[in-house]
């Protein structure tokens, strides 16, 4: 009998540095040591926002993407850096290269963050572990910083696995183990599932991976979309998205016409609710960050224009993304005009940060 050999299996490693900005900034400044900081945006005036915070800062609920001023008032004591972009991208460059001493299937997802393909390792370690041991040690020796590591047999898995021990942390999820650890999971951590999606399947008493197995691959498509396929496949523990060193997704947007022209502001705002989760989801589906918010307005007369505002950080939640584009909409003095369409996308995914005046205009 002929018994058709099994494809390879491949080691994926993603690594994830730990409180990137905040961590350089304390490395670089030892008067920060230990203490609450955050890199971002001043408290005072307008706007302000907290791109990372240190760990002393988390035990307070500071978050990255908070405002700055409730950053504060949750931890009156916390210290704000301005952040130094060119230094962290100095930083990541050579973690980057870190990585090439092992493949060069490397996806990079933001400064502080990529995939690894090891399934063929240049130093013919063999073990995927052992690789992500050594890349930790070379960035702790090297650099003076700490990541975390999540090591399986796909991205998905990997990626949810350097999240779970962090800082510092190194959670390897073997084969056997990847079908009993999507059955654990909640179906929040699952991408493509945002809040909307989530209470849904909450509604439908769906909770973990182990609920969405019991579903076949048509009642997750009818119930959730074009979705529902991939869940059906990650929940067995199926995720074939190969590790791509030139990503080519350039931009990620969802656009609507609608049925009567839109000429009240809260209805402009609500429609730009409805699509920045659905092009949230998108960024989710496929683990994208964008820097630059485009927002698109065509007039009743067709008359067309774009407005756009680049970002400090990659963002991809629902709230940033719609308040970007409602603050987009405000500047283009949306009262008394009459829109027929709105768009809203996200692009920038690269590690290239935009120019530094984009940074101070935010900061
Ligand atoms: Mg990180």
Redesign the pocket.
């Known amino acids: 009998m002929y018994i058709a050999p099994m494809s390879v299996q491949r080691k994926i490693i993603h690594i994830?540095?730990?409180?990137?900005y905040a961590s350089v900034e304390q490395r670089d400044n030892p008067e920060y040591r230990g203490k609450a900081i955050a890199v971002g945006g001043s408290p005072e005036g307008r706007g302000g926002v907290v791109a990372t915070c240190s760990y002393e800062a988390r035990k307070f609920g500071v978050r990255s993407a908070m405002p700055s001023k409730r950053a504060l008032q949750l931890c009156p004591h916390l210290i704000f850096v301005r952040p130094r972009f060119a230094a962290y991208k100095e930083v990541s460059q050579s973690v980057r290269e870190i990585f090439s001493r092992y493949t060069d299937l490397i996806e990079p997802l933001s400064l502080?963050?990529a995939y690894l393909d090891v399934t063929e390792d240049k130093q013919q370690i063999g073990s995927a572990i052992a690789i992500a041991q050594q890349i930790k040690q070379a960035i702790r020796e090297e650099l003076q910083l700490t990541a975390s590591a999540g090591v399986s047999i796909n991205k998905f898995v990997a990626k949810i696995a350097s999240d779970m021990q962090k800082p510092d942390g190194l959670t390897f999820i073997a084969p056997s183990q990847v079908e009993s650890f999507m059955e654990n999971l909640p179906v929040e951590k699952f991408f493509g599932v945002g809040k909307v999606t989530a209470d849904k399947m909450k509604s439908m008493n769906l909770h973990t991976g182990k609920d969405l197995k019991k579903l076949s691959e048509n009642e997750l498509v009818q119930y959730f979309g074009k979705s529902g396929r991939f869940y059906y496949k990650i929940v067995r523990g199926i995720d074939d998205r190969a590790v791509e060193p030139h990503r080519e997704t350039k931009s990620v947007g969802a656009e609507d016409t609608f049925a009567y022209d839109l000429t009240l502001i809260e209805e402009m705002n609500a429609e730009l609710d409805k699509i920045a989760v659905t092009v949230a989801n998108r960024l989710e589906r496929y683990q994208l960050k964008g820097r630059t918010v485009t927002l698109k307005i065509k007039y009743s007369d067709f008359k067309q224009i774009t407005r756009n505002q680049s970002l400090a950080q990659g963002i991809n939640d629902l709230p940033t993304i719609a308040a970007v584009a409602k603050q987009l909409l405000l500047k283009t003095e949306p009262e008394d005009k009459k829109i027929r369409l709105l768009g809203i996308t996200l692009s920038n995914f690269g590690e290239e940060q935009p120019p530094e005046t984009a940074q101070l205009s935010l900061f």
């Open positions: 994830d540095m730990d409180a990137f502080d963050e």
